[in-house]
């Protein structure tokens, strides 16, 4: 029997995870490379990390990249070691960001270059992921584009203003793309809420704990949960594009 990653009479799935060096990218990378996937993971500095993330994983033929995700060069240039390596991608997932805590209310803190940082990294990079692998991903199989976004893009209450603003707009991204990349193409964004993971400086396990008990399911989500709708967009809805798939214990309601 064939593995989810296994391409009918070639090899087998090629999929690049951004960010994938801790977090959310590597339990989804964990999960992909148990189903048979080649995985491709990015990070941005942390390269011992994202090498240990390769030597973990299931499977052959995962590789790391240095992708910053906010510099077009850069860009470009693992675009073409992707296609070098490997002649095509079938996934894409943009999970690679990064936020500044600013109290909502400090609008003066909020500063226009801390606000364009923001902005490029959580909304740009991802766009500008999409345009240097749209040709690759048109070669895949069942190719599809998971944006990794954010409760905040609905409640406008996150770690700062700007990444709420960039987190509505990677929606809003999602969908466009899904009309522009159809039918080849799926698009999704997963949106969390309060991950146990470190990607908020400074929150606690306490903090987070305390925002549990406030939701339908009462319980902290964590990188595993997240990593499964990651891979449920990928491998399980192939006949939906353009929506946003909710993993928040039921904020969302």
Known sequence: MSGAGDAVGSDPRVILITGASSGIGRATAVQ?????????????????????????????????????????????????????????????????????????????????ELFDRILSLNLRGPFAMVRAFRSLLERGENAAVVNVSSIAARTGVGSSLAYCAAKG???????????VLAPGIRVFSVSPAGVDTGFVAGRTRAQLEAMAEKMPLRKITSADDVAGAIVACITQLTSSTGIVVPVDEGRHI
Not at 56 to 71: F, K, N, T, W
Not at 169 to 179: E, I
């Open 32 to 112: 992909l490379a148990f189903l048979g996937f080649r995985i491709v993971v990015g990070y941005h500095s942390r390269r011992e990390a994202a090498e240990a993330v390769v030597h973990s994983l299931a499977g052959e033929g995962h590789v790391a990249l240095r992708i910053a995700i906010d510099d077009a060069d850069s860009v470009s240039a693992a675009a073409r070691l992707v296609e070098d390596r490997y002649g095509r991608l079938d996934a894409l997932v943009n999970n690679g960001g990064a936020t500044h805590p600013v109290p909502a209310n400090d609008l003066d803190a909020l500063t226009d």
């Open 169 to 179: 707009g990677l929606d809003t991204l999602t969908v466009g793309l899904a009309k």
